[in-house]
T-cell receptor, first 113, second 111 residues
Framework: GESVGLHLPTLSVQEGDNSIINCAYSNSASDYFIWYKQESGKGPQFIIDIRSNMDKRQGQRVTVLLNKTVKHLSLQIAATQPGDSAVYFCAENRNNAGNMLTFGGGTRLMVKP | KAGVTQTPRYLIKTRGQQVTLSCSPISGHRSVSWYQQTPGQGLQFLFEYFSETQRNKGNFPGRFSGRQFSNSRSEMNVSTLELGDSALYLC??????????FGSGTRLTVV
């Protein structure tokens, strides 16, 4: 079925290094993508989003890349900090699906001091 | 600016009972969506309400229902609770097709 998936369930990085979290989506009708961060005991927190008419979008220490050809999304975190340790989810929204998001399985990012 | 408020934060219910969860969206947000999060299934869409109307519905049984009030606050109800309904129930509000903001969720445990 149509889904959004993640390649790596756990990513361990050294503090100060850059992190890259990947996500594959299968629905070509998706035109809006969001990355969320979820810490233990909390709801998902919005990080950054991107529309399908863009290939790249940058925020504070984060960059999202969208490759529509291979239906791939990535989140890059620069100078990873211990506070970045969390589970990261990608989500997609189709343009005729109202506000229904389809989430990937999540990647746990562990930052080693 | 207040965020999305979900009540209660924690809930323990017995099999067969019913439960009602509440969500107050960000002021001005008319869309409210509900999600179920479990370790096995991840985050799954339950339903979305916009201007008091259900606009989308996920693949959940009819025991799961919801509604939205004129002030955009929303409630979801689960009847005849099963052990498998134990989950974190998340509510998200948005102004349009972006800016989805989640609440902290209601942790439901069915025993």
């Amino acid at each position: 079925g149509e889904s959004v998936g993640l390649h790596l369930p756990t990513l361990s990085v050294q503090e100060g290094d850059n992190s890259i979290i990947n996500c594959a989506y299968s629905n070509s009708a998706s035109d809006y993508f969001i990355w969320y961060k979820q810490e233990s005991g909390k709801g998902p927190q919005f990080i950054i989003d991107i529309r399908s008419n863009m290939d790249k979008r940058q925020g504070q220490r984060v960059t999202v890349l969208l490759n529509k050809t291979v239906k791939h999304l990535s989140l890059q975190i620069a100078a990873t900090q211990p506070g970045d340790s969390a589970v990261y989810f990608c989500a997609e929204n189709r343009n005729n699906a109202g506000n229904m998001l389809t989430f990937g399985g999540g990647t746990r990012l562990m930052v080693k001091p | 600016k207040a965020g999305v408020t979900q009540t209660p934060r924690y809930l323990i219910k017995t099999r067969g009972q019913q439960v009602t969860l509440s969500c107050s969206p960000i002021s001005g947000h008319r869309s409210v969506s509900w999600y179920q999060q479990t370790p096995g299934q991840g985050l799954q869409f339950l339903f979305e309400y916009f201007s008091e109307t259900q606009r989308n519905k996920g693949n959940f049984p009819g025991r799961f229902s919801g509604r939205q009030f004129s002030n955009s606050r929303s409630e979801m109800n689960v009847s005849t609770l099963e052990l498998g309904d134990s989950a974190l129930y998340l509510c998200a509000s948005s102004l349009a097709r972006e800016g989805y903001t989640f609440g902290s969720g209601t942790r439901l445990t069915v025993v």
